[in-house]
């Protein structure tokens, strides 16, 4: 069955615009997470969604933020873009949140200038 | 969140084991150890997990100390197809939430 999706897989914004990022988690999954990894920060946590509902949330602003949608497909927006939002940005998904192995997608590539 | 320790580097001769070391000290009881690697420019690829038992699937095995304060992955043959970041990290058993460390960059060299 097809893996994790996550469109665009590049993206190139300028500070203060905001951007939309898409996760389509494998048939049958509903929990999906979004990760951010940089050269400096490594790979943060940013949110976990099941059936719709945020489950927890990492220690970023106010200005990332997510949904998940009836179907468990997810997104993720951040507002007023900074130069220091350019990272590799993943989603992962499991069956449920009981502890099952997490897939993760390719990751979308987002630069900020 | 528990943290975990693990070394930055560590090279491996090809059809050799590699031994990756992880310290959880202060894991708690309803932590689970999970074990994740990333190859460059992917997303992590699960690799295994386990409470107190070592445990063992098609791609590595999981030795866990009683204490539960240490473990180690054990990739049995490695191949030049295993060179990656390995994470080891500590996780509730009930969310989805992880939280990755530095890891361990691992290099199998021919």
């Known amino acids: 069955k097809a893996g994790v999706t996550q469109t665009p897989r590049y993206l190139i914004k300028t500070r203060g615009q905001q951007v939309t990022l898409s996760c389509s988690p494998i048939s049958g999954h509903r929990s999906v997470s979004w990760y951010q990894q940089t050269p400096g920060q490594g790979l943060q946590f940013l949110f976990e969604?099941?059936?719709?509902?945020?489950?927890n949330k990492g220690n970023f602003p106010g200005r990332f933020s997510g949904r998940q949608f009836s179907n468990s497909r997810s997104e993720m927006n951040v507002s007023t873009l900074e130069l220091g939002d350019s990272a590799l940005y993943l989603c992962?998904?499991?069956?449920?949140?009981?502890?099952?192995?997490?897939?993760f997608g390719p990751g979308t590539r987002l630069t900020v200038l | 969140d528990a943290k975990t320790t693990q070394p930055t580097s560590m090279d491996c001769a090809e059809g050799r084991a590699a031994n990756l070391p992880c310290n959880h000290s202060t894991i708690s009881g309803n932590e689970y150890v999970y074990w994740y690697r990333q190859i460059h420019s992917q997303g992590p690829q699960y690799i295994i997990h386990g409470l107190k038992n070592n445990e063992t699937n098609e791609m590595a095995s999981l030795i866990i100390t009683e204490d539960r304060k240490s473990s180690t992955l054990i990739l049995p043959h490695a191949t030049l197809r295993d060179t990656a970041v390995y994470y080891c990290i500590v996780r509730l058993y009930n969310t989805d939430k992880l939280i990755f460390g530095t890891g361990t960059r691992l290099q199998v060299f021919p």
């Open positions: 969604y099941f059936s719709e509902t945020q489950r």
């Open positions: 992962a998904s499991s069956l449920d949140w009981s502890g099952d192995e997490q897939f």
